[in-house]
């Protein structure tokens, strides 16, 4: 609808007066809504785009960086063009049809297809036999489940990726010291097509369709040291995400922010807990409506934990869900303060735990007793924590993320290899 009338209130209502709220309604957006009304705009147009298979454009490196960045189909940084043979690289690695469509993708609905695919990964810089983690995450990215119509919302939360399985050290992820940073091709090049394919298919554009406040860019695929899961006999977050161990899988989910939680000291788990749930916890407020506000129980915080505290901890005899119900315990705030925030600060005029709790609406342990400062949890149960064990051999350091429940809720997919996969890898395909 390229020429919807709007009439806009000056400013944002939430940091008016009720005088100055009224004075610009009355004095400006008033005026605006009788002119929309009586005054009909231009003819509607909308440029055509172009077809899936079209040349668009002939010339050099630099025209072509040019082109992309000039109708926005680039992030701002030169890209590897997408020329048919490149694509056709890269559809060598998968048995699905080039225009199999995987789903329609939020806010533009355009098709996600086999082909479209392709192409990012190549602007993106992936190399082809990057294929089907690719089409693994386009699979997640189109499931209602995930959310995808919510990444250009007000708070311009961003995707991570995290990756199980074998494919880790067969396409030579990083999976220790520097996990979350650039520089390794497949966890990078990996994370950039997420985010070119949001902005080419799903349609997310600065100033447009992304709305977010500040924004971020896109973060680099995060991959699990299997090698110490399975040495600390812990499950793998593929595993908890349904899928059976040695599974190649990929998870995604949408995270505000996060923060590194430094020197974790202490050679017993009881003594790691109090500095980690206190971490926990202050990575949240607002958010904290994903819990108990409306779309209650969505809320799936996410610990990194380095290699040498998942296995001092597991020392201890702790498994993984020992860990989450320690969390589960300790990472509570007052009730009074809970309330508060979703009441003062969010808003929800008249909210109060008893009230909701009343109503089915939350589990009872958010409502055991009618005492203020009694201590509640931010999530329903000790399983919505999500662990990765990932990071420096030699740190003592976790990475707490702040979740944005269902407006990108974890969402994971298999990676399926095609079936002359191993003839590819070696070489030997004709």
Request: aromatic fraction near 10%; charge should be negative; hydrophobic fraction near 40%.
């Amino acid at each position: 609808m390229p020429n919807l009338p709007v009439a806009m209130v000056p400013g944002h209502t939430a940091v008016q007066s009720r005088q100055t709220l009224r004075k610009n309604i009355l004095e400006v957006t008033l005026d605006r809504v009788i002119h929309n009304l009586l005054v009909p705009d231009g003819e509607a147009s909308m440029e055509a785009e172009h077809g899936a298979r079209d040349i668009v454009l002939r010339g050099s490196l630099d025209e072509i960086d040019e082109y992309f960045i000039r109708h926005e189909y680039s992030d701002g940084l030169p890209i590897r063009p997408p020329t048919l043979e490149r694509i056709n690289e890269f559809l060598a690695y998968t048995d699905r049809a080039a225009d199999e469509v995987l789903g329609i993708v939020l806010p533009d609905s355009r098709a996600a297809t086999i082909w479209s695919i392709a192409v990012n990964g190549v602007m993106a810089g992936c190399r082809p036999e990057y294929m089907p983690v690719l089409v693994a995450l386009i699979e997640a990215m189109v499931d209602p489940y995930y959310g995808i119509e919510h990444s250009g919302s007000t708070p311009g939360a961003e995707t991570l990726i995290t990756i199980n399985g074998p494919l880790i050290k067969e396409l030579d992820f990083n999976y220790t010291q520097g996990a979350m940073r650039d520089g390794f091709q497949p966890n990078t090049s990996i994370g950039r097509f997420w985010r070119l394919y949001m902005r080419n298919i799903a349609g997310f554009l600065p100033h447009k369709n992304d709305k977010a406040t500040y924004g971020g860019t896109w973060r680099v695929v995060v991959a699990e040291n299997e090698d110490v899961v399975r040495k600390i006999g812990w499950e793998t977050n593929a595993v908890e995400m349904g899928f059976r161990d040695g599974t190649n899988a990929v998870t995604i989910a949408r995270y505000t922010g996060g923060n590194h939680i430094g020197s974790v000291t202490g050679s017993r788990p009881e003594e790691m807990m109090p500095y980690l749930a206190d971490a926990m916890v202050r990575q949240y407020n607002w958010q904290l409506l994903f819990t108990v506000g409306e779309s209650a129980g969505s809320l799936r915080p996410l610990v990194f934990l380095s290699p040498i505290l998942a296995e001092t901890i597991a020392a201890a005899g702790w498994t993984k869900k020992d860990f989450k119900c320690a969390l589960f315990e300790q990472a509570r705030i007052p009730a009074w303060e809970f309330e508060r925030v979703l009441r003062d600060w969010n808003q929800k005029a008249g909210w109060d735990f008893t009230t909701s709790a009343k109503m089915g609406r939350l589990p009872k342990v958010f409502n055991e007793s009618d005492d203020p400062n009694r201590l509640v949890p931010i999530v329903w149960e000790a399983d919505d924590f999500m662990i990765v064990v990932t990071g420096d051999l030699g740190r003592n350091s976790a990475y707490v993320f702040a979740h944005q429940g269902n407006l990108g809720y974890p969402t994971a997919r298999e990676i399926r290899l095609p079936g002359n996969w191993a003839a590819l890898r070696s070489g030997t395909q004709n």
